[in-house]
């Protein structure tokens, strides 16, 4: 088996990660009559820093290969980091943006973020995430010390 390919496809699937909420499948465009942004922008904003936080691990993690605790720590703060990226939006976490108001999306069907189902796709992206990374931390505890 190739060397570090768990890493490699954390990186290309924090790289789709990173370009959801923006290009793929757009979250709301728009400011609110008060010029304030809505929910689902800050929200999409903070998926969009989980995904470059991931990117960075998986590097490190490519870079400092030898070093099999570091791995296994890198890959549960990446799981982490995905089950945070699924939640934001949800609203589980009870976090509040800049302004003082909870993560989220928007309640209307109509409203783009919706529309695009942008945060189904973050929540299976974000799973496919954990779940290489589940994968990743099996193979290095069976992998034989040299």
Do not use: Q
Not at 1 to 20: A, P, Q, R
Not at 59 to 70: G, P, T
Not at 109 to 137: D, K, P, W, Y
């Amino acid at each position: 088996m190739k060397k570090n390919i768990f890493e490699k496809l954390g990186i290309l699937l924090s790289i789709l990660l990173l370009l959801i909420p923006k290009w793929i499948a757009p979250i709301c465009p728009g400011m609110k009559e008060d010029g304030t942004h809505m929910g689902c922008f800050y929200s999409g904003n903070l998926v969009m820093k989980i995904a470059v936080m991931i990117m960075i691990l998986c590097i490190l993690m490519i870079v400092l290969s030898k070093y099999k605790y570091l791995r296994l720590l890198g890959s549960a703060l990446v799981i982490v980091l995905s089950a945070f990226s699924y939640l934001i939006p949800h609203g589980m976490t009870h976090m509040h943006n800049e302004m003082g108001k909870p993560y989220g999306f928007c309640k209307m069907e109509s409203m783009a973020c919706r529309a695009n189902h942008t945060f189904e796709i973050v929540g299976i992206v974000a799973g496919l995430i954990a779940l290489v990374m589940i994968i990743n931390i099996i193979t290095i505890l069976l992998k034989k010390e040299k």
